[in-house]
């Protein structure tokens, strides 16, 4: 039964060792324990063997054998259920989202950073090979997550992200750069940068062309995506003292021609995203255009097999159990 199992604790099985010399301590204890009855003759139970008589030892192999079984379970039995060659794609993206009031415009619904978002999360879990890192920007920039393979932590930052938390403003060549400094020293096969903004460059202390270059530099490919539907839309104006925005209709700007100079700078792309269903086609896109296959992996799939070691230990030591306190009851 052990042949095609792997034991995720196998040190557990050195207890087994354990299990012969507790039945030679307990055979010799227990013979000293016996009472001796003294008879001028065995004549008369010679030839009687009772059923409980001849089932008795059966008893102490059953014990044994549910220990045993415990043992095995405490190892944790593996089986190799399936084995996957896996042609990973070696490429660092780093999100960049603008955080700036604007992208609460309600021409998306319900609004453009809630469409972003849940877009954002649906690309990661396109690309399950990749390191992806987030940064944010609205007046300033940080940040958010650094390049992690867990997928998990960079979609909880994803969907926790508002407006609100940084200095309002539009500063696309801070975010920009705050992204191309985390994958300077990145060894990846290919480095990409995906700019969302709504907006025009209005603030921050560094040029978005001068931070293109320097993604340049470093072989950093940005895709720039501009948001907003064309025309005017409804966006905050202004905000109250208590923190909520207040709406009306507003002429929707963004510096194409500035996106596309970083993208076409930098060997990337710039897209256009006047809905919901044209920004999902535009992150699909990118990620067809991002393929780069490069060291084969092999994953290996695993199956818990411990539960029925458990359930047959446990059972047969509770048969055991069992008879001792009735079939083999023994009385004082």
């Known amino acids: 039964m052990i042949e095609g199992y792997t034991f995720l604790h196998p040190y557990w099985l050195g207890l087994l060792l354990l299990l012969p010399a507790l039945a030679y301590w307990k055979h010799r204890i227990g013979r000293r324990m016996t009472v001796r009855i003294a008879l001028p003759t065995l004549a008369p139970f010679a030839t009687h063997r009772g059923l409980r008589t001849r089932i008795y030892p059966v008893l102490n192999v059953m014990r044994y054998l549910g220990l045993g079984l415990l043992i095995v379970a405490m190892a944790r039995p593996q089986l190799t259920l399936k084995e996957e060659i896996v042609k990973a794609e070696g490429i660092d993206i780093f999100l960049v989202m603008d955080l700036s009031s604007s992208m609460l415009a309600r021409d998306f619904d319900p609004d453009r950073l809630q469409v972003s978002k849940r877009v954002a999360v649906e690309f990661v879990d396109k690309r399950p090979h990749d390191r992806i890192g987030l940064a944010v920007f609205a007046g300033e920039s940080f940040t958010q997550c650094p390049l992690t393979s867990d997928h998990r932590v960079i979609k909880d930052f994803l969907t926790t992200l508002e407006c609100g938390i940084l200095e309002d403003g539009t500063a696309i060549g801070m975010g920009l750069a705050a992204a191309v400094n985390r994958l300077t020293h990145s060894k990846a096969e290919s480095k990409v940068i995906i700019l969302l903004t709504d907006g025009v460059n209005n603030a921050g202390y560094i040029n978005p062309m001068t931070a293109a270059e320097i993604a340049k530099e470093y072989a950093v490919k940005v895709y720039t995506v501009g948001v907003g539907t064309r025309g005017d839309a ?6 109250r003292d208590d923190g909520r925005y207040i709406f009306g209709m507003a002429t929707v700007e963004i510096d194409e021609n500035l996106l596309r100079q970083i ?22 896109e990118i990620d067809l255009l991002e393929k780069t296959e490069m060291d084969v992996t092999a994953f290996k799939r695993y199956s818990e097999e411990y539960i029925p070691w458990l359930l047959w230990g446990f059972g047969l030591l509770g048969a055991v159990v069992l008879m001792d306190w009735t079939v083999f009851r023994k009385l004082p």
């Open 263 to 284: 993208a076409s700078s930098t060997g990337g792309q710039y897209f256009r995203a006047t809905s919901a269903e044209s920004l999902e086609k535009i992150y699909a």
């Open 234 to 239: 409804l966006a905050p104006m202004r905000r």
